[in-house]
């Protein structure tokens, strides 16, 4: 003979007291603890890895302009619309982004040590210089 079950007597007869729910709670708080940093470490690397997706991805647009134009823009803003004889763009699908800490990509023509322009990110601080989370991001 089978049993049946009987839902309303289940909540009544069978529910978990406040010490059973104190205990998981405190169970699950330990494992938050042990398991947040190491999570919250790794944000500061993403945001790092994603500046420097996006200084390739504006490297690949200055190129682009400077195939079409000849030179490389004077700002990052020519890559979405200019009157430059050549131009042909928008080189950019959307404005110019910022980096991932809401600051703007620092961009220079001509560049340091003779490259052609640099490009970097002042990271988290929005400070030139820096270590950890705070050191600049080149591009070149």
Same mark, same amino acid.
């Given at each position: 003979m089978k049993k049946k079950l009987n839902f309303k007597g289940f909540l009544s007869n069978n529910g978990f007291t406040l010490v059973e729910l104190l205990i998981v #709670?405190?169970?699950l708080g330990l494992l938050m603890?042990? =398991?947040? $940093? *190491?999570?919250?470490? *790794?944000?500061g690397s993403t945001q790092r890895n994603t500046a420097a997706a996006q200084m390739q991805n504006l490297e690949t647009s200055l190129d682009t302009y400077r195939l079409d134009v000849g030179y490389y823009p004077d700002s990052l803003a020519e890559l979405r619309s200019s009157t430059k004889r050549g131009w042909d763009g $928008?080189?950019? $699908? *959307? %404005?110019v982004p910022l980096d991932p800490w809401g600051n703007p990509y620092q961009y220079k023509t001509p560049g340091e040590d003779g490259k052609p322009y640099s490009l970097m990110s002042f990271g988290k601080d929005g400070q030139q210089g820096g270590s950890d989370d705070n050191e %600049? #991001? =080149?591009h070149q």
């Open positions: #709670i405190t169970i603890s042990l =398991v947040a $940093p *190491k999570m919250f470490s *790794k944000v $928008p080189y950019l $699908p *959307k %404005d %600049d #991001i =080149v």
